[in-house]
């Protein structure tokens, strides 16, 4: 481990940067990023939400449900550790692993099986970032992951139809 709560040791850096492919300047904009929103070495849910649903990256919901699922030891707080991992799969990282993050973000009761709830609440925050997309390009950058968007109607009808398909047919 690091000596401080702020940084990584070589070896550390060295695995990291391997482990997700990282090229140097990526690296040092991800830990400048961290140092940024961080305090004494730690990332607030507050924080995190906030930098990430204002940006327009996510929605509230998703943002929340990254953080639980990256917040390791479950203390409320990702540390640089847990958010390396998490910035390392976001901006390098294989196929296998952004779909196993993804498959562990909406796992919530992290009983290795996505529920027809899961996959229901999580076709519902994919449709709202869509919409959310659609609607950026439309009216620009003021719309963002905080920005409240509805679903509709056919989104709804086409996700009861995903679900009955998946879960009612099998």
Do not use: C, W
Not at 88 to 111: H, R, T
Not at 121 to 134: E, S, T
Request: net charge positive.
């Amino acid at each position: 481990m690091g000596n401080r709560a702020d940084t990584l040791n070589k070896d550390e850096q060295s695995s990291f940067k391997k482990t997700y492919r990282i090229p140097p300047e990526k690296y040092k904009k991800i830990l400048h990023a961290f140092k940024k929103h961080s305090k004494e070495g730690k990332i607030t849910r507050e924080v995190f939400v906030k930098a990430y649903s204002k940006k327009g990256h996510l929605d509230r919901d998703l943002s929340n449900q990254v953080f639980d699922s990256f917040d390791k030891d479950k203390n409320g707080n990702l540390d640089l550790r847990e958010y390396m991992s998490l910035m390392g799969i976001i901006y390098g990282g294989s196929l296998d692993q952004k779909l196993n993050a993804s498959f562990e973000v909406f796992d919530k009761d992290k009983d290795g099986h996505l529920s027809k709830e899961e996959i229901r609440d999580m076709l519902v925050i994919l449709a709202k970032q869509i919409r959310r997309a659609k609607m950026r390009s439309k009216y620009g950058p003021q719309v963002t992951g905080a920005t409240p968007v509805g679903i509709e109607e056919e989104d709804q009808k086409f996700i009861e139809k995903i679900l009955y398909d998946v879960f009612d047919l099998v």
